[in-house]
């Protein structure tokens, strides 16, 4: 029961709740509790287990545990429901999460149209997430290392990535970090502390355990290591290995699961059976547990500042699990009404959104101003399409650059597939966009 307790005590420092608390301790086996017929004292031994004995046989079935609350902040009409969890941010950071929000949702709809029109190859929106991203992004520092699957753009809104920087990995670009060596969407900064995507699902999870135990050794570690994935990539076999490796070494990682329902055209109740991917953490591998409300930022942002204190405290992981809802298609590649009905999106599209639900909040608090948020998206509408069309005029890398930065020096046999394909080229130059590339 001690996992019990610790996922108590984490919910606890967030949400301090006394009904919150009651629902925790709920969750402790009313079976568990009824089948015993010696005092709760006498516990077994074990090297695998420590629990107590009982002289009566029960199967132990899902429903016998209540499921892990939801904790949120606002209410769908932004109003915040107990006082005493309102973060009480200033003015300035509310309309910072905004922006950065309505920027994320500007950007995202004009870039799925460029690839519509044939202009780039790939892409993917984050209608809908935009809470967890800002909320958790606000709540961390610079100094804390971010491992991202491919719906986190957010995050690196608020660290301060611009547009050129977006647009251009899209494109692929001289202008593009990754040097066009990545599909669009596949971001990544050294500067912000920000990983760079790779498109295998859960592979950063393990990468991003490892990386939080290495910081753990450093004397006077004072900053921890954030994984975001989907719940369909907790279905991966390197999602149990990372869950594994940070809750038996102990590593100060935040597994932060974004459970939007679907992965790609898999609902969640295709993927798992139990209680979510919060569920597994304290009783499948003895990890500090939070289950928030996704499209709520502020209850993510309070949840991610409890996160990160007792990681940093504890020298121990935390999983994370924000529950929202994916409004656009999985990618470019999808259609999602193939699948699920439209008026469910509608709904999640409107009444639900975390961007209507902190505008009404501001509303309530007399920070909106329609008149001004009007401009701000005309403004980003321009420069996103005045970017666009310089990204696209840019040069891509030279070819060659496909067989560096992989090891610091080319071994033989690159270097002799490079000549190979120089060789191919100038046989064939004519049949190759040369004048693309730099030379």
Known sequence: MSFLRKSVHILGSVARRQQHLKVIRGAISTAARDYSSKPADDYANFPGAKAPFVSKLNLIQPEDYAPIPIYRVMDQDGYIADETQDPQLGREVVEKMFRDMVLLNTMDKILYESQRQGRIS??????????????????????????????????????????????????????DLGRGKQMPVHYGSRELNFVTISSPLSTQMPQAVGAAYAMKLKPNNDACVVCYFGEGAASEGDAHAAFNFAATLGSPVILFCRNNGFAISTPSHEQYRGDGIAGR????????????????????????????????????????????YRVGHHSTSDDSTAYRPAEEIEVWNTVEHPISKLKRYMVHKGWFDEDVENEYVKDIRKKVLKQIAVSEKKLKPNWREMFEGVYAEMPQHLIEQRKELEKHIEAHKEHYPLKNFEK
């Open 281 to 324: 953490g304290p009783m499948g591998y003895g990890i500090t547990t939070i289950r928030v409300d996704g499209t709520d930022v502020f209850a993510v942002y309070n949840a991610m500042k409890a996160a990160r204190e007792y990681v940093l405290k504890e020298n121990k992981p935390v999983v994370f699990e924000a529950l929202a």
């Open 122 to 175: 790939f892409y993917m929106t984050n209608f809908g997430e935009e809470a967890s991203h800002i909320g958790s992004a606000a709540a961390l520092e610079m100094r804390d290392l971010i491992y991202g699957q491919y719906r986190e753009a957010g995050v690196l809104v608020w660290r301060g990535f611009r547009i050129d920087q977006f647009i251009d990995q899209c494109y692929g670009n001289t202008e």
